[in-house]
């Protein structure tokens, strides 16, 4: 080389890595913030709407909870495309769900067609169960260590969709008179197609291109005693939070408070939900994923207590905040549980088998906590919360004691 001519600058295997992995996080986190206003928008409204057009007030809460039969009925097919077209496929089809959704019940709204709404919150929840896949796909960016990390700050990005889902609804209600929402759900397509083109930047390699075909029985991996306890943990969190926060809008109205003080306890809600992703990563980095599961157990059943302490609006909003706290902390420390439980090959069905348990259990709930609080009130809702809780509590210390034994023999 001539003399004085200085080398070209040269970029390492391990920094280009780095940076491409950040790229994708940071592209994974803000399509988060996007795409999570999808669910906080059907949560603001789906029992408004549903009660508006019902042939029966007994069904103004179905909605909610088609919203989550297709979170579940999609989480398996989520899985099985990214597991042979890759993540970003997946990613982009739940994004069309998500347009679809808004524009469905758009329709829906200005026809006045119930079960056309019903069909629209089914493509709402498909794209919410694929949204909630992000946190894997950060996570196999990243070295194993630093995978919880990844997983939460993804997740982080939900604090902003708890913002612009409830200020959507405020600022789009009316716009389009004489047909409440309507506007509303529109914004929530627009919303997905933002998300869909911010996802298009997104790589990430084919699961399949990992996947050897020796990976074990998925019948063998359930059998796990961790991913046993995983699941049960990430159900209950799940569970308990939307169970609450499906009844709460309602409770609130049933005890005479305004539709403002509702609609402000869901967004703080949503924000608790997601604003402790900026640390619950390094917790469990630092405390281990079981003791983080625990702590969010502890809260949501201190959220319960709050909420059978009294009806005023600081009782309410105290109770949705401790609810998304303790979601948090059990729901992100359940999916780091579960990112011990499989091998790389096995990762795209042991966590969408994840995913749809977790979520065909909430249907459950979802489909009860209506009748229960019409029927018996809102202390009987909060006060069946201890039962899983309970479930959970047992499990996660049963499976810390064997986990303990295991290392010490």
Not at 332 to 353: D, F, M
Request: glycine share 10%.
């Amino acid at each position: 080389m001539p003399h004085g001519q200085s080398s070209p600058p040269t970029t390492s295997p391990l920094s280009s890595s780095y940076v491409h992995a950040k790229g994708n996080i940071t592209r994974l986190t803000v399509a988060q913030a996007f795409a999570g206003a999808n669910s906080a928008i059907i949560y603001s409204t789906g029992a408004i709407v549903g009660n508006a057009l019902a042939p029966s007030h007994a069904l103004a809460t179905l909605p909610i909870s088609i919203f989550v039969v297709g979170m579940a009925a999609c989480s398996l097919p989520s899985g099985a495309i990214a597991q042979r077209y890759g993540r970003r496929t997946a990613f982009l089809t739940g994004t069309g769900c998500g347009m679809l959704a808004g524009l469905l019940a758009a329709l829906a709204v200005v026809v006045s067609a119930f079960w056309l709404f019903c069909a629209a919150t089914f493509f709402g929840g498909a794209y919410a169960a694929v949204v909630l896949s992000f946190r894997f796909a950060a996570a196999d960016c990243v070295q194993s260590e630093r995978r919880p990390r990844a997983l939460s700050f993804v997740m982080a990005g939900g604090v902003f969709a708890g913002v612009i889902g409830p200020q959507l609804v405020t600022y789009t209600v009316n716009l389009w008179a004489p047909h409440a929402f309507a506007a509303t759900f529109l914004a929530q397509a627009a919303v997905a197609a933002i998300s869909a083109l911010i996802l298009f930047g997104v790589r990430l390699p084919k699961t399949s291109t990992t996947a050897a075909p020796g990976g074990r029985p998925i019948s063998i991996i359930a059998r796990q005693s961790r991913f046993v306890t995983a699941v049960v943990c990430a159900t209950v969190s799940y569970l308990l939070m939307n169970f609450l926060m499906t009844a709460a809008p309602l409770a609130m109205q049933m005890c005479g408070l305004p539709q403002t003080s509702s609609n402000l306890g869901i967004q703080w809600h949503i924000i608790a939900m997601y604003g402790p992703s900026f640390f619950t990563g390094r917790l469990i980095t630092r405390f281990g994923a079981q003791k983080v599961v625990m702590t969010g157990l502890i809260l949501i059943a201190l959220s319960a207590v709050v909420g059978l302490a009294g009806v005023d609006v600081a009782h309410f909003w105290l109770t949705l905040i401790l609810l998304g706290v303790g979601w948090n902390f059990g729901f992100v420390g359940a999916s780091a549980l579960v990112l011990e439980c499989h091998r790389p090959e096995e990762k795209a069905r042991v966590q969408s088998l994840n995913d749809f348990i977790v979520f065909g259990t909430m249907t459950f709930g979802s489909l009860l906590s209506g009748g229960l609080l019409t029927s018996y009130g809102w202390n009987m809702v909060l006060s069946l919360s201890f039962i899983p809780l309970a479930l959970a509590m047992f499990a996660l210390i049963v499976s810390a004691t064997a986990y303990r034994r295991s290392v010490v023999s």
